[in-house]
Every structure is written in structure tokens, then in C-alpha cells.
């Protein structure tokens, strides 16, 4: 999996990982199915936004969904008190 560089559509994943109360790279993925916003994005972009949010403590995974392997992630900043003051919004790059 290639890193994802572009950072709107970081920005666009992180928006909708902390306006939902848990979604897994599938759901955000099935948000942009008729790829309206993001034409050339696929899943792996996805997840490798959601890994980069992830290493910058923005967003954290929890356990997968009964009858799934996949993590549900969950914004850190409306969940455990972290993030930058400004919100998880505030500095995505």
C-alpha cells in the first residue's frame, strides 16, 4: 500500500472518521461509492489515511464489528480527550 499524499482528502477521511460515532475503511469507502469526490481513490487509500491519521494521534482503531476483521475507528479527540486544542480539525498536516 502507497502512502496517500493528498492531504484534502486526508482532511476528507478525517471528517468523516470524527462525524461518525465509529466507520471502518469500507463505510467511508461506500460514502464516495459513485466517486463523486474522489474519482481515483480506492480502499487502500483510505486505510492508508486513516494509518497516517492514526500515527499523528488524530484517530484511534477499536475492535472490529462482529462478523468483520476490520478495525472501526473512532476520532481521539471527541473520544479520549486528545488531539491538539484546536480540535482534531485544527492541524492536519
Not at 471528517?15 to 480502499?43: F, L, M, N
Not at 475492535?63 to 471527541?78: I, M, Q, R
Not at 480527550?81 to 492541524?91: A, I, Q, W
Request: charged share 30%; net charge neutral.
Amino acid at each position: 500500500m502507497g502512502k496517500e499524499k493528498d492531504p484534502e482528502f486526508i482532511k476528507w477521511v478525517l471528517e468523516k472518521v470524527c462525524g461518525s460515532d465509529g466507520i471502518t475503511a469500507k463505510e467511508i469507502k461506500k460514502i464516495d461509492e459513485r466517486k463523486q469526490y474522489w474519482p481515483d481513490k480506492v480502499k487502500s487509500n483510505v486505510n492508508s489515511a486513516l494509518y497516517q491519521l492514526q500515527g499523528e494521534g488524530k484517530i484511534y482503531p477499536a475492535g472490529p464489528a462482529e462478523g468483520s476483521s476490520a478495525p472501526v475507528w473512532h476520532c481521539s479527540d471527541k473520544d479520549n480527550g486528545g488531539g491538539s486544542s484546536s480540535g482534531p480539525l485544527g492541524s492536519i498536516l
